[in-house]
């Protein structure tokens, strides 16, 4: 199923194209998955959804749709490309050409056009998956075990510095000052060599142009990426960038469960197979340790909520991460537990209560709700000496921290996602919010946020913004007596007709029914 994104600023022309999607979708493998009035808030939307197809207007305010283009190639490199204009301008044609784009539709379009320019998409999509095996000796097929026996080489620490740099220029890239990564992922396209083959070429399709980066697929165990550039933040965006393109192809052509690993940044070349090791050691733990798809060697040096020396040997930010109210019995239990003498017991229920109250306060900086502050430290002894005052405390702040539930491999992102969500929760009716502008308030770059907040919360930033604005609309349509388009507009709409269908898509009835039957 390929996903199809609309860009457009006339909400009339976009309801139209949503509403054609949504028909063609009973006849070939799309689906709707998201629409923007402009180039700048479409960028923010795509890294999230990742979709297949863009139908894109040209002339558009804030960001048209050319540069808007140009922005999403680099982002999504699979993605076709359909421009939608009311400009019969040479310049505009010449600029869609420029970014391969796959069809230039001219306003006002027959339906039927649009029904053959997607067939068309849909063909090529397909082909880029299941393109005809080259033969086992061909030129491609040489270049690619060339580059894998130049990235083992490297990665191994076999080849000599002055070696390294000019077998790379047979490549066409230079590797002098700059800063380097190794980010590898579990290979699944090795069974028979028709399925590398196929999985070759559309690798080659999305990355072969960008001269940041040497990749490989011919290894069994790996599908190998050497990323650099001259800055440390430019190596960990491509990367987080490569990582998404990676995990969304790779699911859709296999059953097996798929990981990621960016290996720590270096500035040397002789330093590349310490980023090789960390990698592959990280993408080893998969499955076993960990559950999220993306493991960055960057993200998990950073310092976690925690002191790691508490003496009853227990991760309470990793504890309480994995809660919700319903379930949070047991973990209470296992703290209210006596613990030998008197005064052991006290001492326990103390560094409980310290590293609680630490959580706390970190989650206090951007939680909507307060928390009545516990700075005095023998008040917190006072309390520990009393069984029934301190079981009160513990369930409080307990009941206060699993208010936002954290996956637990991602624990040590508390206090980013609480910002996140306390920043998301007080602006969700603001029209313009989008990844970008979350991404910009904890000063993370849009890729690594939306893999932090989506890896975290289990959904992705889009659905969480969606949840919170129909779960906002549903209030309003039992407690008021608000026209729908008003209803639209204070949850953050622009468009009523997308918001009922945002609406219908979510809880699987109308607004309007929704309010007649609550």
């Known amino acids: 199923?390929?996903?199809?994104?609309?860009?457009?600023?006339?909400?009339?022309?976009?309801?139209?194209?949503?509403?054609?999607?949504?028909?063609?979708?009973?006849?070939?493998?799309?689906?709707?998955?998201?629409?923007?009035?402009?180039?700048?808030?479409?960028?923010?939307?795509?890294?999230?959804?990742?979709?297949?197809?863009?139908l894109t207007d040209i002339k558009m305010p804030f960001m048209d749709g050319l540069t808007f283009a140009k922005e999403a190639r680099k982002l999504l490199p699979w993605t076709r490309i359909i421009f939608i204009s009311g400009f019969d301008d040479f310049s505009y044609a010449k600029g869609a050409i420029q970014v391969q784009a796959d069809e230039y539709l001219l306003k006002p379009f027959k339906s039927s056009e649009l029904e053959n320019t997607i067939a068309k998409v849909v063909e090529l999509l397909d082909?880029?998956?299941?393109?005809?095996?080259?033969?086992?000796?061909s030129d491609a097929f040489l270049l690619d075990v060339k580059k894998n026996h130049f990235l083992n080489g490297l990665f191994k620490g076999e080849l000599a510095i002055s070696a390294a740099i000019k077998e790379v220029e047979s490549f066409h890239r230079s590797i002098i000052g700059k800063k380097f990564t190794v980010l590898l992922a579990t290979n699944q396209f090795n069974s028979a060599f028709e399925d590398y083959t196929h999985f070759s070429e559309y690798l080659?399709?999305?990355?072969?142009?960008?001269?940041?980066?040497?990749?490989?697929?011919?290894?069994?165990?790996?599908?190998?990426?050497?990323?650099?550039?001259?800055?440390?933040?430019?190596?960990?965006?491509?990367?987080?960038?490569?990582?998404?393109?990676?995990?969304?192809?790779?699911?859709?052509?296999?059953?097996?469960?798929?990981?990621?690993?960016?290996?720590?940044?270096?500035?040397?070349?002789?330093?590349i197979p310490d980023s090789f090791e960390k990698a592959r050691e990280m993408l080893g733990t998969y499955g076993y340790f960990r559950t999220e798809k993306i493991i960055s060697y960057e993200d998990d040096m950073k310092e976690g909520e925690l002191s790691p020396t508490h003496p009853f040997k227990m991760d309470?930010?990793?504890?309480?991460?994995?809660?919700?109210?319903?379930?949070?019995?047991?973990?209470?239990?296992?703290?209210?537990?006596?613990?030998?003498?008197?005064?052991?017991?006290?001492?326990?229920r103390f560094f409980i209560l310290t590293e609680l109250n630490g959580l706390v306060k970190k989650k206090q900086q951007t939680a909507a709700v307060a928390f009545p502050?516990?700075?005095?430290?023998?008040?917190?002894?006072s309390v520990s000496s009393d069984s029934k005052k301190y079981d009160q405390l513990l369930r409080s702040m307990i009941r206060y921290l699993i208010e936002v539930n954290i996956h637990p491999s991602m624990s040590k992102y508390q206090s980013v996602i609480h910002h996140a969500v306390a920043f998301i929760n007080n602006n969700y009716t603001d029209p313009d919010i989008s990844l970008n502008m979350v991404a910009d308030?904890?000063?993370?770059?849009?890729?690594?946020f939306s893999t932090i907040f989506s890896q975290s919360m289990g959904k992705t930033f889009i659905e969480y913004l969606t949840d919170q604005r129909v779960g906002l609309a549903k209030n309003l349509l039992k407690e008021t007596n608000q026209k729908l388009s008003e209803i639209a507009f204070e949850i953050g709409y622009n468009d009523?007709?997308?918001?009922?269908?945002?609406?219908?898509?979510?809880?699987?009835?109308?607004?309007?029914?929704?309010?007649?039957?609550?």
Do not use: W
Not at 4 to 22: M, N
Not at 128 to 136: I, R, V, Y
């Open 1 to 54: 199923m390929y996903k199809v994104f609309i860009v457009e600023d006339e909400h009339l022309i976009r309801d139209t194209l949503r509403k054609q999607i949504v028909q063609l979708s009973e006849n070939y493998p799309i689906a709707f998955s998201g629409e923007a009035g402009d180039g700048e808030m479409a960028l923010a939307s795509i890294l999230d959804l990742q979709p297949d197809i863009i």
């Open 127 to 137: 082909r880029q998956k299941q393109a005809a095996a080259p033969k086992a000796n």
């Open 204 to 271: 080659n399709f999305l990355f072969n142009e960008d001269d940041t980066l040497l990749f490989s697929s011919v290894s069994s165990r790996f599908i190998k990426f050497l990323i650099f550039d001259s800055k440390k933040e430019a190596v960990l965006e491509k990367s987080y960038q490569i990582a998404h393109t990676l995990i969304h192809e790779l699911e859709q052509t296999s059953q097996d469960d798929l990981a990621v690993a960016i290996g720590p940044v270096v500035d040397r070349l002789s330093e």
């Open 316 to 348: 309470l930010a990793k504890e309480i991460s994995a809660l919700t109210q319903d379930n949070s019995e047991s973990l209470i239990q296992k703290l209210t537990q006596e613990q030998g003498s008197f005064e052991r017991t006290r001492m326990i």
């Open 373 to 381: 502050s516990q700075d005095s430290l023998t008040d917190l002894m």
């Open 441 to 448: 308030e904890l000063s993370l770059s849009p890729a690594h």
């Open 496 to 518: 009523p007709n997308y918001f009922s269908f945002l609406f219908k898509k979510k809880q699987g009835i109308s607004p309007k029914e929704y309010r007649q039957t609550h």
